[in-house]
Nanobody, 120 residues
Framework: QVQLVESGGGLVQAGGSLKLSCAAS????????MGWYRQASGKQRELVATLISGGTTNYVDSVKGRFTISRDNAKNAVYLQMNSLKPEYTAVYYCNAQGLDSFFKLLNYWGNGTLVTVSS
C-alpha cells in the first residue's frame, strides 16, 4: 500500500502561483510513475502532469509552460509548481501514484486532494 498526502492548495488571484506538494509513504518501491490530476466541479477528473521514474514528464496542453512537475527522492515527495494561474484551473488537485506489484498487477493510488481556487 502507498499513502499519498497533498498540501499547498488555497486561494490565489489570476496570474499568481502556487506549489502543491505530495508526500508518499508505504510501499513506494513499487511506484514508477507519479502525477497530478484535477477535477473541476461538474467535470471529469483529468490528467495534469506525470513524472516517470526515469525523469520523463508529460503535461496536458493547457498547462504546458505554466506548470512544472518535480520530485525529491530523498523526501519521497512530488511537487507541482503552478505559475500564471487562470480561473479555469480552479479544481481539486489529486496526487496519483502508479506501478506494478511482483505479479505485474497494476497499482494505482490516490491522495484525498487539495483545493485550488483561482479568482479573477
Amino acid at each position: 500500500q502507498v499513502q499519498l498526502v497533498e498540501s499547498g492548495g488555497g486561494l490565489v488571484q489570476a496570474g499568481g502561483s502556487l506549489k502543491l506538494s505530495c508526500a508518499a509513504s508505504g510501499s513506494i518501491f513499487s511506484i514508477n510513475t507519479m502525477g497530478w490530476y484535477r477535477q473541476a466541479s461538474g467535470k471529469q477528473r483529468e490528467l495534469v502532469a506525470t513524472l516517470i521514474s526515469g525523469g520523463t514528464t508529460n503535461y496536458v496542453d493547457s498547462v504546458k509552460g505554466r506548470f512544472t512537475i518535480s520530485r525529491d527522492n530523498a523526501k519521497n515527495a512530488v511537487y507541482l509548481q503552478m505559475n500564471s494561474l487562470k480561473p479555469e484551473y480552479t479544481a481539486v488537485y489529486y496526487c496519483n501514484a502508479q506501478g506494478l506489484d511482483s505479479f505485474f498487477k497494476l497499482l494505482n493510488y490516490w491522495g484525498n486532494g487539495t483545493l485550488v481556487t483561482v479568482s479573477s
